[in-house]
């Protein structure tokens, strides 16, 4: 039998990685254009009833229970990763903190968090069908966040890429649908992506890329549920606009 020769490709330098975040970012966009379209009728679990669809509940809007809703609480995550990211590629700047090749990386990480935000809003427009119950578009504010500064820029983004991914894996288990969870799956893996890839811009070289902060003694990503999640990204207070989440975990 004839042997097979695998040739080891490593990942050491910025330009295989943005190449890598930039495979990543194509999957996900195809992957959009084939869910973006789905209905109800296509969930095939976790609808909740009528009243805990997301919607406007007294003054402010609830993310709503059962798949529709952690959905939607991904959609206002995802919202807050794509605001903060666009800040930053149109910082003023932003050329002379960061070199050509982590520029690149970061425009990267920029489209793929729109793709993302994208995604999330035909998904809930075709599935919910019906606008006034589709989370609008947030308001954000970023005082604590100096973005002429590389520190504060790449502090940010970590704690960000951090929480999106213990968000993901501590709400991956209420997911019904598998449709959904297959979806869930496939972006949380590219947040991780993300994360490893700022965590190295900041200390490169190192084995913080997959720290022991975030990876535990198994081997495995944290996860936190979004009760746990949610203050924790109120603490921030990026977020301007009130909401609730009184129907998830």
Do not use: W
Request: proline letters at 3%.
């Amino acid at each position: 039998m004839k042997k097979v020769e695998v040739k080891e490709v490593g990942i050491g330098t910025l330009s295989n990685r943005r190449s890598f975040l930039k495979l990543s970012g194509l999957t996900i966009a195809g992957t959009g254009l084939l869910l973006a379209g789905c209905s109800s009728d296509d969930n095939s679990g976790g609808t909740p009833d009528s009243q805990q669809l997301p919607g406007v509940r007294g003054d402010k809007f609830d993310l709503g229970g059962g798949d529709l809703g952690i959905l939607t609480y991904a959609y206002a995550l995802e919202q807050l990763e794509a605001d903060f990211y666009t800040r930053v590629v149109n910082g003023s700047q932003f050329g002379a903190i960061f070199n050509n090749e982590e520029q690149a990386i970061l425009v990267d990480l920029y489209r793929h968090e729109v793709i993302h935000r994208e995604f999330f809003k035909a998904a809930l427009t075709g599935a919910l069908q019906d606008n006034a119950r589709v989370l609008p578009t947030l308001n954000f504010a970023y005082e604590s966040v100096n973005f002429n500064n590389r520190a504060s820029v790449l502090g940010t983004a970590k704690a960000l890429e951090d929480t999106g991914v213990k968000a993901y894996n501590g709400a991956g288990k209420y997911i019904e649908s598998a449709e959904y969870l297959l979806i869930a799956g496939k972006i949380v893996s590219v947040e991780a992506r993300h994360a490893a890839a700022i965590r190295d811009l900041i200390d490169p070289g190192s084995a913080s890329f997959a720290g022991n902060d975030v990876v535990d003694a198994n081997g495995l990503d944290l996860a936190a549920k979004p009760s746990t999640v949610i203050p924790l990204v109120a603490a921030l207070d990026f977020i301007q606009t009130p909401f609730t989440a009184n129907y998830l975990p």
